[in-house]
């Protein structure tokens, strides 16, 4: 079955500069990546996904790249703010049915005012 | 903006003992999940539901969990017989038909004595 592992697992950031989280997968069918933010003691939610039919995708500070040959996907956080401060998971999952996803172990970020 | 829900938010049980964890996905969704999170560790599929009956499950998903829609909102998680190791945060999801994204709900506490 699929494996997502997820890179660093903590992250520490000075306000304003980017960050940067690492997910490889395993599954070559695998064709719709999510990135899910969640905030202490709250649900996860969805903050932008890919799929496999493009490179990359943006939105405001926002971006997340995807290389299918590597089978790595990464999410890019531009001019961070301390609200951008949590848990973020990346996960993965086929088009098919169901969209089963298969979760990295998640990343905690820290921006620090 | 409509949000699954869950209830409880936190359940605490005894060893042995059935628990019920309820959740009522956003209406007109036809796709439901369960995932659990034990504390520190990834977030985990369970199973997937459509159409009335389970799509997939996984590993985890054995014998001792069901899944159940008794009614037009709920959707529901039942674990027979508790143990130890089955103390975590348990999310449900749902999805529409024509989309990709998967709405979490704030999640259950579970934790067994």
């Known amino acids: 079955g699929e494996n997502v592992e997820q890179h660093p697992s903590t992250l520490s950031v000075q306000e304003g500069d980017s960050a940067v989280i690492k997910c490889t997968y395993s599954?070559?069918?695998?064709?719709?990546f999510p990135w899910y933010k969640q905030e202490l003691g709250k649900r996860p939610q969805l903050i932008i996904d890919?799929?496999?039919?493009?490179g990359e995708k943006k939105d405001q500070r926002i971006a997340v790249t995807l290389n299918k040959t590597a089978k790595h996907f990464s999410l890019h956080i531009t001019e961070t703010q301390p609200e951008d401060s949590a848990v973020y998971f990346c996960?993965?999952?086929?088009?098919?049915?169901?969209?089963?996803?298969?979760f990295g172990k998640g990343t905690l970020l820290t921006v620090n005012p | 903006e409509p949000e699954v829900t869950q209830t409880p938010s936190h359940q605490v049980t005894q060893m042995g003992q059935e628990v019920i964890l309820r959740c009522v996905p956003i209406?007109?969704?036809?796709?439901f999940y369960w995932y659990r999170q034990i504390l520190g560790q990834k977030v985990e599929f369970l199973v997937s539901?459509?159409?009335?009956?389970?799509?997939?499950k996984s590993e985890i998903f054995d014998d001792q969990f069901s899944v159940e829609r008794p009614d037009g909102s709920n959707f529901t998680l039942k674990i027979r017989s508790t143990k130890l190791e089955d103390s975590a945060m348990y999310f449900c999801?749902?999805?529409?038909?024509?989309?990709?994204?998967?709405?979490f709900g704030p999640g259950t506490r579970l934790t067994v004595l």
């Open positions: 209406s007109n969704h036809l796709y």
């Open positions: 599954d070559s069918a695998s064709n719709y």
């Open positions: 996960a993965a999952s086929r088009m098919v049915s169901n969209y089963k996803l298969t």
């Open positions: 890919i799929r496999s039919n493009v």
């Open positions: 539901f459509y159409n009335n009956e389970i799509s997939e």
């Open positions: 999801a749902s999805r529409a038909n024509s989309g990709s994204e998967q709405f």
